[in-house]
């Protein structure tokens, strides 16, 4: 069965850097895609960036990009999201998610991290 346990959440003051953690256990990922997504206070969760297992490319939404890093260490099985210059819209809470390569869709998700961006 398929785990995925983020870390690194917190409070942090705008300008400020975090790095996120997403541990992933019972399966070895290949050609499988990680992702990490937020959701803030009433609004729709939405995606923030992701990574190919095999290659290490990677893609981001434009909100984040050349602020975030995604980044994954196979021999631990986990992926990061290092995230710079914070700002107090980037305050939500942080999921880590797989997708398998033949799915459409992100089939795995972790429990979620708080991270809050304070002005």
């Known amino acids: 069965q398929v785990q995925l346990v983020e870390s690194g959440g917190g409070l942090v003051q705008a300008g400020g850097s975090l790095r996120l953690s997403c541990a992933a256990s019972?399966?070895?990922?290949?050609?499988?895609?990680m992702g990490w997504f937020r959701q803030a206070p009433g609004k729709e969760r939405e995606f923030v960036a992701h990574?190919?297992?095999?290659?290490?490319?990677?893609y981001y939404a434009d909100s984040v990009k050349d602020r975030f890093i995604i980044s994954r260490d196979n021999a631990k099985n986990t992926v990061y999201l290092q995230m710079n210059s914070l700002k107090p819209e980037d305050t939500a809470v942080y999921y880590c998610?797989?997708?398998?390569?033949?799915?459409?869709?992100?089939?795995?998700w972790g429990q979620g991290t708080q991270v809050t961006v304070s002005s």
């Open positions: 998610a797989a997708k398998l390569l033949q799915s459409n869709t992100y089939d795995y």
């Open positions: 019972g399966r070895t990922f290949s050609n499988d895609f």
């Open positions: 990574i190919r297992w095999s290659s290490g490319s990677t």
